[in-house]
């Protein structure tokens, strides 16, 4: 606004003492660029303004990502799980091998879980990979996981894995596989085939549906054996403490509190099956 009053000043000097001595014809061509050169400034700061208003409607209506929903089915699809098949509670962890949240559970709350209640038969738990783009090996390394579990040790290399998350490329894999004993051979065909892309890609997809965002990120709801599901799942999102997990534990092992009854409203994984024929064994 100030330079558009400016030029107006300097054209009424201009044009009050005759141009400055430039003759008629050139101050009409003079008046006719002034004139054009206020309608492109009075254009711009509409813009300008029309920018501003959009960002600060923005900023207004930022928030972030939408809240993941309470009382999901979430498939346990045909992947390594712990514990008890008919423990009255499922533990689902999406996960990311490189994922720095993700070692620190594994390290620090993981171990209490497991005694308090895989071991004693009140949990399940089940891996399920995730991820993220922005972690190079990451997929690779859940890859990897996989394929020792064609050898019945998944969870000796998903440990080794864990115990070092910035030991995962693939030398470091075949040194983690060379420590838990693979047959290397074997181990190497399967990654160069990428055969479990597919497998580690749909547990992915199938969190994203359910909402995670980030690693790592749970779900705890009541067992059902025969549709291979966690039902009436609640989500508890990123590194918590171990007393968050006994917390929703101890809440859903609770006498007072119901099973979802049947036909209330939830939210599907994509793929609520039951295991595939043929689906490797993993110990």
């Given at each position: 606004m100030k330079r558009i009053a400016t030029v107006f000043?300097?054209?009424?000097?201009?044009?009050?003492?005759?141009?400055?001595g430039v003759p008629p014809?050139?101050?009409?061509?003079?008046?006719?660029?002034?004139?054009?050169?206020?309608?492109?400034?009075?254009?711009?700061?509409?813009?300008?303004?029309?920018?501003i208003e959009e960002i600060k409607n923005l900023l207004r209506g930022k928030?972030?990502?939408?809240?993941?929903?309470?009382?999901?089915?979430?498939?346990?699809?045909?992947d390594p799980s712990?514990?008890?098949?008919?423990?009255?509670?499922?533990?689902?962890e999406f996960s990311d091998y490189q994922c720095p949240f993700c070692a620190r559970h594994f390290r620090d709350t993981l171990p209490q879980i497991?005694?308090?209640?895989?071991?004693?038969?009140?949990?399940?738990?089940?891996?399920?990979?995730?991820?993220?783009?922005?972690h190079a090996?990451?997929?690779?390394?859940?890859?990897?996981?996989?394929?020792?579990?064609?050898q019945g040790k998944y969870w000796p290399m998903h440990d080794q894995l864990f115990g070092d998350p910035r030991?995962?490329?693939?030398?470091?894999?075949?040194?983690?596989?060379?420590?838990i004993g693979l047959d290397l051979v074997r181990f190497d065909a399967c990654l160069s085939e990428k055969k479990y892309a597919e497998e580690v890609k749909k547990d992915l997809k199938e969190g994203q549906q359910l909402g995670i965002t980030g690693t790592p990120g749970f779900f705890i709801g009541r067992t059902d054996v025969a549709a291979n599901q966690a039902k009436g799942a609640r989500p508890l999102i990123g590194a918590q403490p171990y007393a968050s997990f006994k917390a929703a534990f101890d809440a859903l092992l609770s006498p007072s509190v119901p099973p979802p009854a049947p036909g209330s409203p939830q939210v599907p994984a994509a793929s609520p099956t039951p295991p595939p024929p043929g689906a490797h064994p993993v110990p």
């Open positions: 000043l300097l054209w009424m000097m201009a044009f009050s003492h005759g141009m400055l014809a050139h101050a009409e061509a003079t008046l006719e660029n002034l004139q054009r050169e206020m309608e492109a400034l009075k254009t711009g700061q509409s813009s300008l303004k029309n920018d928030v972030g990502p939408p809240p993941i929903p309470q009382n999901v089915t979430v498939s346990l699809d045909d712990k514990g008890d098949p008919n423990a009255p509670l499922t533990l689902v497991e005694a308090e209640y895989i071991k004693t038969g009140k949990l399940r738990y089940v891996f399920r990979d995730f991820p993220l783009d922005f090996q990451a997929e690779r390394a859940a890859q990897a996981a996989q394929c020792a579990g064609d030991a995962i490329s693939l030398d470091d894999f075949t040194v983690q596989a060379t420590a």
